[in-house]
């Protein structure tokens, strides 16, 4: 069992129309429950660290417990880097043991993005190791940088080609109307439904059929795919935290994007989520509580059913590894 890159996955999930989950790591509670709902799903795997992650577990530990999961479990899943800032970052991910880096130089000019990702794909491919890039700009927090909605720009189909030409990467973050973090989109750009629940604009799919037209067969990425079930949001809030408005992207439409060219979703918002509120539950009912593992196994199981979910009824990987 190993660490593999996402080519074969990729493939598979392209042809078959469902696309195989990212989900963000950053301890042991939380690589257990994503690896062991995949490992009973069948489900191929991408675990994901951010900067923000390799800083806080520190990458060695991080790296190890995901060998350990391989090995407990007998699967094989890619580690990718998520949004590495620059060459130095990914290639320490490459020689460290990751089987996939992503660079983000989305948010320098057109050429200078071809230039860092052309130089990350070559030494990538080099080890064996594959490279996802990313053209447009998401709104939202990633690495306590916050892009409002102003700043963000949705993908322009018809510099894909070449990006993709001249880059070389292996695959393609794109820009549709996804956000990171719990709050994607202010009341003000939502509606509201009939039970006064925040509804979001919808995604671009016009510009994905656009994209997937000009780049056959070609996988791509969809960041801040958070859906902030408001199950979640609700108990979070009643029990003390403090999350108003917080809101993501319909569930429905994750679906529809991966049916088509999507084959990689983005979910780290989701997580913290289900954990932030099992872990608010357990202090709640069992105030007496003080044994970190008392709340962080119902932590680990609400990410496990999470992922389940996922998995299930958003994704459509199940069965699939
Ligand atoms: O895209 C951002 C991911 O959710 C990672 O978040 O930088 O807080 O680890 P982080
Ligand atoms: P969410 O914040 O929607 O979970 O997105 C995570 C992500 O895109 C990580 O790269
Ligand atoms: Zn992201």
């Not at 469902?18 to 690896?35: D, H, K, R, S």
């Not at 990350?120 to 909605?149: F, Q, R």
């Not at 990425?221 to 993501?248: F, M, R, T």
Request: hydrophobic content about 40%.
């Amino acid at each position: 069992m190993a660490i593999i890159t996402t080519k074969e996955m990729f493939k598979k999930a392209y042809d078959g129309g469902y696309a195989v989950g990212a989900f963000n790591i950053n301890n042991m509670e939380i690589i257990q429950g994503v690896t062991e709902a995949a490992a009973e799903l069948k489900s191929p795997l991408i675990l994901q660290v951010s900067a923000g992650a390799r800083k806080y577990a520190r990458p060695a530990y991080l790296v190890a417990l995901a060998h350990a999961a391989c090995e407990d479990l007998g699967i094989d899943f890619a580690l990718h880097l998520d949004h590495g800032a620059d060459f130095a970052i990914c290639k320490d991910c490459i020689d460290g043991g990751f089987s996939s880096v992503m660079i983000d130089y989305s948010g320098h000019s057109f050429e200078e993005n071809i230039a860092e990702s052309r130089k990350v794909a070559e030494y990538a491919h080099a080890h064996g190791v594959v490279v996802e890039a990313e053209l447009g700009t998401l709104s939202g927090v990633e690495d306590d940088v916050k892009v409002s909605a102003e700043d963000s720009s949705y993908t322009r189909p018809e510099e894909v080609e070449e990006f993709v030409t001249r880059t070389g990467v292996d695959s393609l973050a794109i820009a549709i109307g996804t956000s990171h973090g719990a709050y994607k989109f202010t009341p003000e750009q939502c509606t509201r439904n009939a039970d006064g629940v925040l509804v979001p604009p919808p995604l671009r799919f016009d510009i994905l059929e656009e994209v997937a037209k000009r780049l056959p067969g070609f996988p791509i990425v969809l960041h801040g795919a958070s859906s902030v079930p408001q199950e979640y949001v609700k108990e979070i809030n009643s029990l003390g935290g403090q999350l108003p408005d917080a809101v993501g992207i319909p569930e429905e439409q994750l679906r529809k994007a991966a049916t088509m060219a999507v084959c990689k979703i983005n979910i780290d918002s989701d997580i913290r989520l289900a954990m932030t509120a099992g872990i608010r539950r357990v202090f709640n009912e069992k105030p007496s509580v003080f044994d970190p593992r008392e709340y962080l196994k119902v932590a680990r199981a609400e990410v496990k059913k999470m992922v389940s979910h996922k998995i299930k009824d958003v994704l459509g990987s199940e069965g699939k590894a």
